[in-house]
């Protein structure tokens, strides 16, 4: 379980799969060439973090407790 709540924006998103390639527990790619987040057992924090870091629209949003920690506003 990770200590993030991680979401996509799908307007953001342009589906170059570099998320899926590091956190293939965590994301996965729709039919419409869109990341998404899976459910169950993900990759470590430290991996989704670099992941959102890595991801070049910044398109993975990532909170903890109820705090947006990623990307800074």
Same mark, same amino acid.
């Given at each position: 379980?990770?200590k993030?709540?991680?979401? +996509?924006?799908?307007?953001?998103?342009? !589906?170059?799969?570099? #998320? +899926?390639?590091?956190?293939?527990?965590? %994301?996965?790619?729709?039919?419409? !060439?869109?990341?998404?987040? $899976?459910?169950?057992? $993900?990759?470590?924090d430290? +991996?989704?973090?670099? *992941?959102? &870091?890595? #991801?070049? *629209? $910044?398109?993975? &949003? $990532? &909170? &903890?407790d !109820?705090?947006? +920690? %990623?990307?800074?506003?």
């Amino acid at each position: 379980m990770s200590k993030y709540k991680i979401k +996509v924006d799908k307007e953001k998103c342009i !589906g170059c799969g570099a #998320c +899926v390639a590091m956190a293939p527990k965590t %994301f996965e790619m729709t039919p419409d !060439g869109k990341a998404v987040v $899976l459910k169950g057992e $993900l990759d470590e924090d430290i +991996v989704i973090r670099q *992941t959102a &870091e890595a #991801c070049p *629209t $910044l398109a993975i &949003e $990532l &909170e &903890e407790d !109820g705090k947006k +920690v %990623f990307p800074e506003e």
